[in-house]
Nanobody, 122 residues
Framework: QVQLVESGGGLVQPGGSLRLSCEAS??????????MGWYRQAPGKQRELVAA???????VSPDSVKGRFTLSRDDAKNTVYLQMSDLKPEDAAVYYC??????????????WGQGTQVTVSA
């Protein structure tokens, strides 16, 4: 069973930065062929894709975070990261990590972590 554990969330001021981590276990030696993504969900809103990368290196992200958020993966550590900079109040949400075999990012498939809270406030 694949398990994902997110960390790195917290309170940050507008304009600040955070780096989220997502460590996977239970993938055996197959982590590198999983497609990995980060989503977020704010209160009263639907869960939305923030950034994703396929096992082949193809990347997806919405315009709202381009130039501010960067996803990276360290397959040797079974970990993906989400570096977030120039954070805005509207970035506040619970951030979730996902691992999956498909790249249908509109679908909520695959494995999910429990989420980590990001709060952006002065």
């Amino acid at each position: 069973q694949v398990q994902l554990v997110e960390s790195g969330g917290g309170l940050v001021q507008p304009g600040g930065s955070l780096r989220l981590s997502c460590e996977a276990s239970g993938t055996g030696n197959l982590f590198s062929i999983y497609n990995m993504g980060w989503y977020r969900q704010a209160p009263g809103k639907q869960r939305e894709l923030v950034a994703a990368v396929s096992s082949g290196g193809s990347r997806v992200s919405p315009d709202s975070v381009k130039g501010r958020f960067t996803l990276s993966r360290d397959d040797a550590k079974n970990t993906v990261y989400l570096q977030m900079s120039d954070l805005k109040p509207e970035d506040a949400a619970v951030y979730y990590c996902t691992a999956r075999w498909d790249v249908e990012w509109r679908k909520k498939t695959g494995y999910w972590g429990q989420g980590t809270q990001v709060t952006v406030s002065a």
